[in-house]
């Protein structure tokens, strides 16, 4: 087993509690799952345009990749030349029952723009970075 990452989470995830309920597993990989921290608003719409709900993604119930992952040497039997690992290979390892989520409620950002890392460079400064947990006593 090893774990990989996108490297521009943070987050306050218990990366041992992943790891054990993985190995209890037959699964080849595991990532986890978090709720959007994005601010936009997802649509459905109907026939001719018609919008039937309109909800912010944080309230909507959807997940996404939180980039963090715990892997088994047989997801390299899942993945071809010139891959990037969450296509192609996750769809093959879903198809065969082999692909789980972890799903963390607690606290995950990303830092893909200039305003993501102000945002967690100010949270930082006042002391109050929940994923900073090197800096908390057991």
């Known amino acids: 087993m090893f774990l990989a990452n996108y490297t521009d989470g943070?987050?306050?995830?218990?990366?041992?509690?992943?790891?054990?309920?993985?190995k209890r597993t037959a699964n080849l990989a595991c990532f986890i799952a978090v709720k959007p921290q994005a601010s936009f608003h997802v649509v459905d719409c109907g026939a001719g345009g018609a919008v039937r709900s309109i909800e912010h993604i944080g309230r909507s119930g959807a997940l996404i990749n939180g980039g963090f992952m715990v892997l088994r040497q047989g997801v390299f039997d899942y993945m071809q030349a010139g891959e990037e690992l969450v296509e192609e290979p996750f769809r093959r390892l879903i198809r065969d029952g082999k692909l789980m989520a972890h799903v963390h409620n607690g606290y995950?950002?990303?830092?893909?723009?200039?305003?993501?890392?102000?945002?967690?460079?100010?949270?930082?400064?006042?002391?109050?970075?929940?994923?900073?947990?090197?800096?908390?006593?057991?």
């Open 10 to 22: 943070l987050s306050d995830l218990h990366l041992p509690t992943v790891i054990e309920s993985f």
């Open 108 to 138: 995950w950002a990303c830092m893909d723009t200039f305003k993501e890392k102000q945002n967690l460079d100010d949270v930082f400064d006042r002391g109050s970075a929940p994923w900073a947990v090197w800096n908390r006593r057991p």
